[in-house]
């Protein structure tokens, strides 16, 4: 009996001096930051952690721990619910100057509408906005029988601006456009005006004539 109980105590000296370093001392598994533009959208290197991962309340940003054990490290744009995996190099160059890109002048949010009738109509929202040290944008449309969240990225060429298909965000419903799909194009009518050259994505409209997104003042 007495030989018993030793051995449990060994068993249970050795989990606390060798599995508690493990599995109870907090290690680091990363850290996260605000994202610059998009509100409540964060940027996170981030573990995958054998037990749980804690990321401390504070302003902006910190640390992330894993109690456990810590493995490989990925890098995220986060949005609400959804994710978009990105490269580690991209999100913290921290030395990379921030200067101006041909596409920052593109930096807003536009709003088209269509109507057909009886009842029939949709709703466009288009951002343009800086992700470290990229221009990029995301694109939603509500109306019947559509619910669209897509990422994009975005290329200012002969004075347009592509509009670059990158994936799909939480809530989207449908997918029929393929990973570098040209979804439309942007031309400068006036200030705050912008016409539409429709490419992979199409009007709702059997006739769209002339459409053109409305820029909002900021």
Request: glycine share 8%; with cysteine.
């Given at each position: 009996m007495k030989q018993a109980f030793s051995k449990i105590w060994i068993i249970v000296i050795v989990f606390v001096s060798v599995g508690g370093s493990i599995f109870l001392w907090?290690?680091?598994?990363?850290?996260?930051a605000m994202g610059p533009i998009i509100q409540g959208a964060t940027f996170t290197e981030e573990c995958d952690c054998i037990g749980f991962k804690y990321r401390p309340s504070r302003l902006g940003g910190g640390p992330i721990y894993c109690y456990g054990i810590?493995?490989?490290?990925?890098?995220?744009?986060?949005?609400?619910?959804?994710?978009?995996?990105v490269s580690c190099e991209q999100i913290w160059k921290e030395e990379t100057p921030r200067g101006e890109l041909?596409?920052?002048?593109?930096?807003?949010?536009?709003?088209?509408?269509?109507?057909?009738?009886?009842?029939?109509?949709?709703f466009y929202t288009f951002e343009v906005y800086r992700s470290v040290d990229q221009i990029k944008a995301w694109l939603v449309i509500d109306g019947f029988q559509?619910?669209?969240?897509?990422?994009?990225?975005?290329?200012?060429?002969?004075?347009?601006?592509?509009?670059?298909?990158?994936?799909y965000r939480p809530e989207n419903i449908g997918e029929p456009y393929q990973q570098g799909d040209l979804?439309?194009?942007?031309?400068?009518?006036?200030?705050?005006?912008?016409?539409?050259?429709?490419n992979k994505l199409q009007s709702n409209l059997k006739e769209p004539g002339v459409a053109e997104f409305k820029k909002l003042e900021q």
């Open positions: 907090p290690k680091d598994c990363g850290k996260w810590p493995f490989s490290r990925h890098c995220y744009e986060n949005y609400g619910e959804g994710r978009v995996e041909p596409e920052e002048k593109w930096i807003g949010t536009y709003e088209y509408s269509e109507f057909a009738p009886p009842n029939q109509t949709w559509t619910q669209a969240r897509i990422q994009a990225s975005v290329q200012e060429k002969d004075g347009n601006l592509d509009v670059i298909f990158e994936g979804l439309f194009s942007l031309e400068k009518v006036s200030d705050g005006e912008y016409k539409i050259l429709w």
